[in-house]
């Protein structure tokens, strides 16, 4: 029996001490991985400071546009870098017009300091477009679809259901117009008004942007701005882009006008935070948390990116977004 128990315990102890020295292991790898990543990443590796040499910056705009701060920030980044022009390359259906707007001033600012071409790869509509225009020169493939000129506001009305299943919803308001419209009830005309108002003010800033950087007079501007888009080769006599193209295209336009030389390397510049798309020391940090036991912990990481997604699609208020699906 003290045999047994000896056995028992001696094999207790082992399994620790190998539990221990495989999460040891697992987070060196992680420290590694990541030191390693982080040097990739960090402004020395890539020829940012002042002693490294010239590149083009390949920045991508691609899904919903909404308010983020990290974006502005890695654009400040390359504001200041050894960057000798920014091609920016867009796939957007836009999002928030406060979002955009943020874009676009975020990469003007950029633009005050070095040659900005935007290509359109395949949609720049709505808040899109918008950060589209933050370019000198605009170059769209034939079959991209540009503009969508318009500002949404958009809520459900699910007061006829609850009415059908005997749910009243009641409101203790400090005025008429707060919290309208809701969905829990039906639209006053004076919240109705207030709503176009704001809706109508959006508009006018997103086509007085789009007079001043297209260079449109008021025929002009009237032809674009009934918020259809437009392939590429239709914006080109509508004056909504300068060329069709590719990044090539880009590329040979920086060379001539610009004068950068053709050799330039290209990089590309992330607007994530520098670790964020490594998804495998999410993954390895998950492990290592599995093996001693925080599983639920390891069920949070793992899902963190899925969490993330979702909230993406949560846009609140006036929307630049063009969308099949958003126009019925």
């Not at 836009?94 to 300091?113: C, K, P």
């Not at 919290?179 to 109508?200: D, H, L, Y």
């Amino acid at each position: 029996m003290s045999l047994d128990s000896d056995a028992i315990v001696d094999r207790r102890r082992m399994r620790r001490k190998l539990t221990f020295w495989r999460v040891l292991t697992v987070l060196v790898l992680i420290a590694a991985v990541g030191f390693g990543a982080a040097r990739l990443a960090a402004p020395d590796a890539m020829g940012l400071t002042p002693g490294g040499s010239a590149f083009i910056a390949r920045v991508k705009i691609e899904g919903l546009i909404r308010n983020d701060d990290e974006r502005v920030e890695a654009l400040e980044r390359l504001r200041k870098s050894n960057a000798r022009a920014v091609v920016v390359r867009i796939d957007s259906p836009g999002g928030t017009v406060a979002g955009s707007e943020q874009l676009y001033t975020a990469l003007r600012r950029v633009a005050a300091e070095k040659p900005v071409v935007v290509v359109v790869d395949g949609l720049a509509a709505s808040g899109g477009y918008i950060a589209a225009m933050a370019g000198e020169q605009i170059i769209a493939r034939d079959a991209a679809l540009v503009g969508s000129i318009g500002v949404l506001f958009q809520y459900p009305e699910v007061y006829p259901l609850l009415e059908k299943v005997g749910v009243k919803m009641e409101f203790i308001r400090s005025a008429p117009l707060k919290a309208a419209p809701n969905g829990f009830e039906p639209t006053s005309p004076e919240a109705r008004k207030a709503i176009e108002s704001i809706v109508q003010d959006s508009f006018d800033w997103f086509k007085a942007l789009v007079r001043e950087r297209r260079k449109l007079d008021d025929a002009q501007l009237g032809a674009v701005s009934d918020g259809r888009v437009f392939t590429g080769r239709q914006s080109m006599p509508l004056k909504l882009v300068d060329m069709l193209g590719d990044e090539r295209t880009a590329l040979e336009w920086l060379q001539k006008e610009k004068g950068i030389d053709a050799g330039t390397r290209i990089t590309d510049w992330s607007l994530k935070p520098r670790l964020s798309d490594l998804p495998f020391l999410h993954l390895a940090a998950a492990g290592a948390l599995d093996v001693i036991g925080l599983s639920s912990v390891a069920r949070r990481i793992e899902t963190s990116g899925m969490i993330q997604t979702i909230e993406r699609l949560n846009l609140d208020g006036l929307l630049a977004l063009w969308h099949p699906s958003s126009q019925n």
